[in-house]
């Protein structure tokens, strides 16, 4: 199956630093999501991004495809930003996503 | 059009007990997954629905575990002979269609096998 890696694993911040989440994946893929797994484990959508730039508010995403890897930029961080970030791919060939380890992110007031 | 909803929230349930979950997709979304969490990792694939056909199971689902969509809407998947490994967080999650493939993800099951 497709490789998805996700850095960094774990990233504290002060509460209005910026931050930049990344992913990688080792294959062509159809999709890419990111999502925002708040501490009840609901994952909520964030980007549904295959390719190009997104915005929505504070946060934005950009992936490029043919270089395989997304990135996900937070700007002017909450402590309601805090939890752990998910990158999933539909994989071209195949009939499922695949999830990165996530990023655990905290921000501290 | 409330989402996806899944039931129970929690499950605490005895080792080699049988238990069952049940999602209900979007309306309409023809794809149904089976994800299971564990605590730290990532969301890990099971299985999956195009309407009523389960056509792709992942090797993590043994024979204890089976999953239904016969009419096409609601899932469920069910465990028989529980155990303490299978505690983790069941995550469900529609697609509309082939061509519009973003997902929409349950707030999930967490089993407990104590």
């Known amino acids: 199956g497709i490789q998805v890696e996700q850095s960094p694993p774990d990233l504290i911040l002060q509460e209005g630093a910026n931050s930049t989440l990344r992913c990688n994946f080792s294959?062509?893929?159809?999709?890419l999501q990111w999502f925002h797994q708040n501490p009840w484990g609901q994952l909520i959508n964030l980007f549904y991004?295959?390719?190009g730039t997104k915005q929505n508010g504070r946060l934005s995403a950009t992936t490029v495809a043919t270089e395989r890897y997304s990135l996900l930029y937070i700007s002017s961080s909450q402590t309601t930003d805090s939890g752990v970030y998910f990158c999933a791919v539909d994989w071209e060939t195949g009939n499922q996503f695949y999830f990165g380890t996530g990023t655990s992110l905290t921000v501290i007031p | 059009d409330t989402g996806v909803s899944q039931n129970p929230r929690h499950k605490i349930t005895k080792r080699g007990q049988n238990v069952t979950f049940r999602c209900d997709p979007i309306s309409e979304h023809n794809r149904l997954y089976w994800y299971r969490q564990t605590l730290g990792q990532g969301p890990e694939f099971l299985t999956y629905f195009q309407n009523e056909a389960q056509l792709e199971k992942s090797r993590l689902l043994s024979d204890r575990f089976s999953a239904e969509r016969p009419k096409g809407s609601f899932s469920t998947l069910e465990i028989q002979r529980t155990e303490q490994g299978d505690s983790a967080m069941y995550l469900c999650a529609s697609v509309k269609q082939e061509t519009d493939t973003e997902a929409f993800f349950g707030q999930g099951t967490r089993l407990t096998v104590v």
């Open positions: 991004i295959p390719s």
């Open positions: 294959d062509s893929v159809n999709n």
